[in-house]
């Protein structure tokens, strides 16, 4: 099993404004993977975010507005940049490949 | 694409009772299923993990059941209790590192 530590919880951010959620896990991991979950919706891949590379995002996400740094292999962050309301969400990191998949608790992002 | 769907969206239930929720998927080329259970402002705990190849898992009053075939998983609770109320989630895992997510069944159990 995995054990995923995330900051913040939850934050209220102006528009226009970026915030940096941090993701850190206690073992060393190949892939980590940022969802986002609207109000009311399920959860919605982000990007794939492998150590030494770039991430990988799925269709919908650009790097301009989610971009995520993967330095080591248990820390990753993804900022949301330039923040709307629209972009009010929980959003959470995940490890795992083709095995069980583990989650932080989420950060709750409400923008005003 | 992947489209998972979960019904009911919302159940209300006595405490003691049983219940099943159910969980299909359009393509039925999937790696593993998994449920997760989502408490409020809380991220997902993992409940079961099933792999293509398996039928069910049970763990304490939850068992789950696969036909791939049919596309189709559903998640049996045994004797409900107050601390069962959170919101399920199914997710399927095609053959990739992408996890596909149904929009989840919020379950109340009644004291």
């Known amino acids: 099993s995995a054990v995923i530590s995330q900051k913040p919880s939850r934050d209220i951010c102006q528009r226009g404004t970026s915030l940096t959620i941090q993701c850190q896990v206690d073992?060393?991991?190949?892939?980590m993977f940022w969802y986002r979950q609207q109000p009311g919706q399920s959860l919605t891949l982000i990007a794939t975010a492998n150590q030494g590379s770039e991430a990988t995002y799925e269709s919908g996400f650009v790097i301009d507005k989610f971009p995520i740094s993967r330095p080591n292999l248990t820390f990753s962050t993804l900022t949301v940049s330039n923040m709307s309301p629209e972009d009010s969400s929980i959003y959470l990191c995940?490890?795992?490949?083709?095995?069980?998949?583990?989650f932080g608790q989420g950060t709750r992002l409400t923008v005003v | 694409k992947q489209e998972v769907t979960q019904i009911p969206a919302a159940l209300s239930v006595p405490e003691g009772e049983n219940l099943v929720l159910n969980c299909s998927f359009t393509d039925s080329a999937i790696y593993n299923l998994q449920w997760f259970r989502q408490d409020p402002g809380k991220g997902l705990t993992s409940l079961l993990l099933?792999?293509?190849?398996?039928r069910e898992q049970t763990s304490g009053r939850l068992n789950a059941s696969l036909d791939k075939s049919s596309g189709r998983s559903t998640l049996y609770i045994a004797a409900s209790q107050p601390g069962d109320s959170a919101t399920y989630l199914c997710?399927?895992?095609?053959?990739?590192?992408?996890?596909?997510f149904g929009t989840g069944t919020s379950l109340t159990v009644i004291p």
């Open positions: 995940s490890v795992g490949s083709y095995t069980e998949a583990f």
């Open positions: 073992s060393q991991v190949t892939m």
């Open positions: 997710a399927v895992r095609p053959t990739g590192n992408q996890f596909y």
């Open positions: 099933i792999q293509s190849s398996q």
